[in-house]
C-alpha cells in the first residue's frame, strides 16, 4: 500500500526510471497533487455560466460589455492575482499534497500580434506561484491547457470556431513550439518543475482525422525543448479527452511519462488496464493527470486505487464556484443571475450593478473567504477521519482482500476480483458513477459487498496526528448472524457479534490510540453471512 505521508520527497528533478518516477535524491516517489483550474484558463462552469459564457473568450466579452475595457483589465489582472494566492498554495501543501498542475491558456501569455512576443505580466505571475511552490515543497507541471488555435475544438482549450485549428494552421504549431522553447529556456536548471504537458485533451473522437499529427507534434515539441533542456519530463496526452492511446506508437524520449483523465466511470483496475498494460510495454511511468468531479466516495476508491497501482495522479479542481466536491467552494455574489441570464439573451446589468457583482466576485476569490470542504482532501489521500465504501477495499488477492469461493459479480465492478457486491435496495441494476454535483450516492445507486465465513478484507488510511478514533461499520447480517473479526494493525484483534434482520452501524472498535502513519483495517468473517456497506472511522469522543 502506497499513501501520502509528507512532501520531503519534493527535492530535486524528477525522471521516469522505468516506470517509476524518482527525485533528484534517487528516491521513488509518486505525484499526487491538484490542479488550479480556471485559473489562466476560466472555464464557464466553474463560474456557474450558460453556454454563452462557457470559455475565457466569451466570459471576456461579457465582462468588457459591462463595465468597459478599461475596467475589464483591472478585473482580469485582479482575478489572476486573487484566484491562486500564497495562501493557496500553502494550504494545497498543508493538506498532503506534493505537486500542483498548472492550466495555461497561450491566449494569456501571447500578445496580440504577427510577432512572437510575450506578456511578462502574466509570466511573472506564472513563476511567482511556481516560487510560492518553491518555498512549500510542491512540485510544479506545466500545463498548456489551451493551446494556440486549440488542440480539443471545445469550450475546454478556449476555441474561438469550435475547431481544433491547432491542426489545422501550421502557424498555430509554430506558436505553440515557441511557447515551450520559452518555457524550456526560463526552466531548464529549475527543478521544482516537475514536467511540461505539452498539451491538454486533444482531439475529441468527431475530429479523429487528424489524429495522425497528434504525436509528429509531440515529437517536435520535445525536439525544441531538448535543444536547451535536457532535464525535464516531457508528459503526453492521449486523444479523446485523454483516454486514448492508440496514438502513442514511439517512445521518443528518455524521460517521458503517459498522461490519462478519468471522470465518471468505475473507479477498478479493470478501467485502466489497459493503461496498465501501454506502462509494461513501454517500461514508461504512467500518470492520471486529471480527475475529479465526482463527490467523496468515489474519491476514496479512485484515487487510492491509482495508488496501489502507484500511479501518480492529479484532482480536478482545487476551487470552483458553489460546489460540494472541491476542497474550496467560491460563493456566489448576490446579482449573479442577473449575469447569467445576460448570458442567454436577457437584459443587460447597468455598469454600477455589474460592477458591483463583478467586485463582489473578486472577493470571494480569496481562499479566507470559500467555504472549506476538508473531507474532499482527506477522500483524496485517505486521511483520517474518513469513510471508505466497502467495495474499496485493498488491491490484489492475499494482499488486500481473501475470499474463500469466488462468486459471479454482475455489478461489473472489480468483477475480477470475484468479491461478490450486489445493490442494497435492488431497483438499479448496477451503480452510476456520475458526478451529481458532488452530493453523496442515494440509497438505491448504493451497493455492499457479501462477506461469508474465511472471507476478509483490508481498508489502508492515513493517520495524520497522532490521536484516538473509532471505527464503525454498517451491517447486515444474513438469517442466524455473524461473527466478525476486526483487525487493526498494531492493535489486538477484537471479535464482533452481529445480528438481525435489519442494516445496523455498528460500533466495532472504540477509542483506537492511533499512531501517526499508515494504518490498516481487516474486517474477517469468522462465522455466518454478513453484507457490509462502509467503514467510517470517526475521531472518539
Known amino acids: 500500500m502506497s499513501v501520502y505521508s509528507g512532501n520531503n520527497d519534493v527535492s530535486g528533478f524528477i525522471q521516469a526510471d522505468g516506470k517509476k518516477i524518482i527525485n533528484g535524491d534517487g528516491k521513488e516517489i509518486v505525484l ?219 517512445k521518443f524520449d528518455h524521460n517521458l511519462m503517459l498522461q490519462f483523465h478519468k471522470y465518471w466511470n468505475n473507479p477498478d483496475s479493470e478501467s485502466i488496464q489497459k493503461y496498465l498494460d501501454k506502462r509494461e510495454e513501454w517500461n514508461v511511468p504512467i500518470f492520471m493527470g486529471e480527475g475529479g468531479e465526482n463527490n467523496a466516495q468515489w474519491y476514496s476508491g479512485a484515487f487510492q486505487m491509482f495508488e496501489d497501482h502507484e500511479i501518480s495522479w492529479n484532482f480536478w479542481t482545487w476551487k470552483k464556484m458553489s460546489t460540494l466536491n472541491s476542497p474550496y467552494s467560491i460563493r456566489m455574489p448576490e446579482g449573479w443571475h442577473l449575469l447569467t441570464s ?41 486521511h483520517l477521519p474518513l469513510q471508505i465504501p466497502a467495495e474499496f477495499y485493498g488491491q490484489g488477492e492475499g494482499k488486500g482482500f481473501g475470499i474463500v469461493r469466488k462468486r459471479e459479480n454482475k455489478l461489473e465492478l472489480r468483477a475480477s476480483d470475484g468479491v461478490p457486491m450486489r445493490m442494497i435496495t435492488g431497483k438499479a441494476e448496477k451503480p452510476s458513477y456520475h458526478s451529481e454535483g458532488g452530493k453523496p450516492w442515494a440509497e438505491d445507486n448504493t451497493l455492499c459487498v457479501e462477506l461469508y465465513a474465511g472471507d476478509w478484507l483490508a481498508y489502508d488510511a492515513l493517520c495524520v496526528e497522532a490521536r484516538k478514533f473509532d471505527l464503525r461499520a454498517r451491517l447486515h447480517a444474513a438469517e442466524g448472524g455473524a461473527v466478525l473479526s476486526i483487525e487493526w494493525e498494531g492493535h489486538e484483534q477484537v471479535t464482533r457479534a452481529v445480528s438481525g434482520e435489519e442494516w445496523q452501524e455498528s460500533l466495532i472498535m472504540e477509542s483506537v490510540d492511533t499512531a501517526k502513519g499508515a494504518v490498516r483495517v481487516i474486517i474477517r468473517v469468522l462465522q455466518g453471512q454478513v453484507d457490509l456497506d462502509w467503514v467510517t472511522f470517526s475521531y472518539a469522543e
Open 32 to 250: 499526487r497533487g491538484v490542479g488550479f483550474g480556471s485559473w489562466l484558463l476560466p472555464e464557464g462552469y466553474m463560474w456557474k455560466f450558460p453556454e454563452g459564457g462557457d470559455r475565457p473568450r466569451k466570459i471576456e466579452a461579457m465582462v468588457e460589455a459591462l463595465i468597459g475595457k478599461e475596467k475589464a483589465s483591472r478585473f482580469w489582472d485582479t482575478y489572476v492575482e486573487r484566484y491562486v494566492d500564497e495562501i493557496d498554495v500553502r494550504e494545497v501543501a498543508k493538506q498532503g499534497y506534493n505537486s500542483v498542475r498548472l492550466p495555461i491558456n497561450a491566449r494569456g501569455i501571447l500578445e496580440a500580434g504577427d510577432e512572437v512576443v510575450f506578456n511578462e505580466k502574466r509570466l511573472a505571475r506564472i513563476h511567482q506561484v511556481i516560487e510560492w511552490c518553491r518555498a512549500y515543497k510542491l512540485y510544479v507541471i506545466l500545463d498548456l491547457h489551451g493551446a494556440p488555435g486549440g488542440q480539443t475544438g471545445a469550450n475546454i482549450d478556449d476555441s474561438e470556431n469550435d475547431q481544433p485549428e491547432l491542426f489545422i494552421d501550421r502557424k498555430n504549431q509554430e506558436l505553440t513550439i515557441a511557447i515551450w522553447r520559452m518555457f524550456a529556456e526560463r526552466y531548464k536548471d529549475d527543478w521544482i518543475i516537475a514536467g511540461y504537458d505539452l498539451f491538454n485533451e486533444p482531439l475529441p473522437d468527431w475530429f479523429s482525422q487528424y489524429n495522425g499529427q497528434v504525436e509528429p507534434l509531440y515529437k517536435e515539441i520535445t525536439a525544441a525543448i531538448r535543444a536547451v533542456d535536457k532535464r525535464h519530463m516531457i508528459i503526453i496526452e492521449g486523444v479523446h479527452w485523454s483516454t486514448d492511446w492508440s496514438i502513442f506508437t514511439d
Open 342 to 382: 445576460y448570458l442567454e439573451g436577457g437584459a443587460k446589468p447597468d455598469a454600477e450593478t455589474a460592477e458591483k457583482i463583478l467586485n463582489q466576485y473578486l472577493d470571494n476569490l480569496k481562499l479566507e473567504n470559500c467555504d472549506a470542504y476538508p473531507e474532499i482532501s482527506r477522500s483524496l489521500l485517505r
